[in-house]
């Protein structure tokens, strides 16, 4: 079957892929791994819960296949002997969050993320909210379905409703910011999603005018035509309101992206460089550093040289950014795609949280976004994806020669990126040049190598 764990947590259609069956079994397991060690005095302090039987906490997205899959999930926990604390529809960032609040032994969140509403997928995150490292996911995989005693009587887990703890996480979220968002009037894209209640309620306490769009949910319309990936509506709404900023999240917010009152869209890389920059200023950026990965547009790497900060470059992906942060002691990272991890305040990328520090620069230096934002420049980027090819010949010399020519041409104005897939027969091309006509006949140069060279 191959490993069910991808790059973050386990996805599939809902029914299909992920059926009931698998996320017991998956809970059982990780109830197993995760909670065996979790017994906890009595003075522990955990409300609700008994003293010496581990906890969990589970959150969803309002996809209408959460609601087997929550229930398939809580009966595989309590029935391990895991006390479980219902939070209900919540952004993942949320659960991460509240996983520590609470003191909870492990934390579950129920999401596809920015996936069509077919989809869903599981998420486990340790004691203090954190994803799970690739061992501990192996050790989950190597123990389904194992032989294991049954809890009976009053050793059963009990399952209670946490629903009100939704404000316990908006009170965090307002408690980091350095000021009030007063005057800013904000459109915010809740994709139908887990932010659909949650995302305008902070933005309203922190001050901020605020009209909604993608807040309907009906269990079957999460990210349809809105959120991060389908920004075109959200960019129509803030020109036409004449809006300061719009916002946009995905299905479980953690992640957003931004767009000016120009309608002009505002990527990941310009979020964490305005962040960045506000951060270096006030002596907040630990060790003047940023993390970002390889897919980060080289002009954010230039922005950041020119301010005097410096670029970590990781793999692909939040987990590889998150690790590269605790190991250097670094309190700022992201991705592209909105992913930004601000490790003072939250141990997993959190839309919610990023937006409202971006929306706090904007009030406190009294500047449109756009022009913040301005601050770097970013390059023509052209990405190929060439199919079919043999993603273990990504290395071959004369694809080593064809990528070197490419960067003898680009010189320090561009770079060349060549990345198999993790999972496809497939290697990807970037470019990235001066100019959107160079970045394209490079990329379709290199790639044509590929063809020609990876079979």
């Not at 009931?20 to 906890?40: I, K, N, P, T």
Request: hydrophobic fraction near 45%; aromatic fraction near 2%.
């Amino acid at each position: 079957m191959g490993r069910l764990f991808g790059t973050d947590g386990v996805r599939g259609v809902a029914g299909r892929d992920l059926t009931a069956e698998l996320a017991m079994d998956l809970s059982v397991a990780a109830a197993h791994v995760l909670g065996d060690a979790g017994a906890f005095s009595a003075d522990d302090g955990r409300s609700g819960s008994s003293p010496d039987r581990p906890v969990a906490v589970v959150g969803r997205d309002p996809r209408a296949s959460g609601e087997f899959l929550e229930a398939a999930v809580v009966a595989g926990l309590a029935s391990s002997g895991m006390d479980v604390l219902r939070l209900g529809v919540l952004p993942t960032p949320a659960v991460a969050y509240l996983t520590t609040a609470l003191r909870a032994d492990m934390g579950v969140m129920i999401s596809a993320s920015h996936n069509p509403a077919p989809d869903n997928g599981i998420k486990f995150l340790t004691r203090g909210g954190f994803k799970l490292p690739d061992a501990v996911e192996n050790e989950i995989e190597q123990r389904l379905g194992e032989e294991w005693t049954r809890p009976v009587g009053a050793a059963v887990g009990r399952v209670r409703e946490a629903h009100g703890e939704t404000d316990r996480y908006v009170s965090h979220l307002l408690s980091t910011l350095p000021g009030r968002l007063d005057g800013l009037s904000v459109v915010i894209d809740c994709a139908h999603g887990a932010a659909h209640e949650v995302a305008p309620e902070a933005l309203v306490r922190a001050g901020a005018k605020v009209e909604t769009i993608g807040a309907r949910p009906d269990g079957l319309n999460i990210n349809a035509g809105v959120g991060s990936t389908h920004l075109d509506k959200l960019r129509q709404v803030v020109v036409s309101r004449g809006a300061d900023v719009g916002i946009a999240y995905d299905g479980d917010a953690d992640r957003c992206l931004a767009v000016a009152h120009t309608g002009e869209v505002v990527d990941g890389d310009q979020i964490m460089a305005v962040l960045a920059l506000a951060m270096h200023a006030e002596g907040r950026l630990a060790g003047d550093t940023v993390v970002a990965t390889v897919m980060s547009n080289l002009g954010f790497k230039l922005a950041m040289r020119e301010a005097g900060i410096n670029v970590v470059e990781t793999a692909v992906g939040d987990r590889y950014v998150l690790e590269a942060m605790r190991e250097g002691g670094y309190t700022l990272g992201g991705e592209q795609s909105g992913h930004v991890i601000m490790l003072d305040h939250a141990t997993t990328g959190d839309g919610l949280l990023t937006s409202l520090h971006l929306l706090a620069a904007v009030a406190h230096q009294g500047r449109p976004l756009a022009e913040l934002a301005s601050v770097m420049t970013r390059l023509p980027q052209v990405l190929v994806n060439v199919k079919g090819v043999d993603r273990a010949k990504a290395s071959v010399p004369a694809l080593a020669e064809a990528v070197a020519e490419a960067e003898r041409e680009l010189g320090e104005t561009g770079r060349v990126l060549i990345r198999p897939s993790g999972t496809e027969p497939m290697i990807r091309v970037m470019v990235e040049a001066a100019s959107p006509e160079q970045a394209e006949r490079l990329a379709e140069r290199l790639a044509d190598v590929v063809r020609a060279v990876c079979v």
